[in-house]
């Protein structure tokens, strides 16, 4: 798992309950303050209802969500604040493994 960086960016091809669980959990244990998602899908209209009070949380859409994240965070780093930022997929902090189960 990573350490403390000011902004974890994920990238995946769509974003659900259960990533938001696990994202939650993570930024109350500390490790980030902000969560930027690149996601290919746009958010189901339910979860967009419950990721309105998730004010860590940014979600975008992306046709490239790899290549738009590592763009952001290109970005971010010229901006000249000093906040840290890392790039990886969404699956380094929700576990899928459940959904991948075949039984």
């Not at 000011?6 to 902000?34: H, M, S």
Request: with cysteine; charged share 30%.
């Amino acid at each position: 798992m990573p350490g403390f960086y000011n902004t974890y960016i994920l990238f995946t091809d769509r974003f659900g309950f259960v990533d938001l669980d696990f994202i939650q959990a993570v930024v109350e244990r500390g490790q980030c303050e902000k969560v930027v998602v690149f996601s290919k899908i746009p958010p189901h209209k339910n979860l967009s209802k419950k990721l309105e009070s998730a004010v860590y949380l940014d979600i975008r859409q992306s046709e490239t969500p790899k290549k738009a994240a590592k763009q952001f965070r290109k970005d971010l780093d010229e901006d000249g604040t000093g906040k840290t930022s890392v790039v990886f997929p969404l699956e380094v902090i929700a576990d899928r493994s459940l959904f991948h189960d075949v039984c």
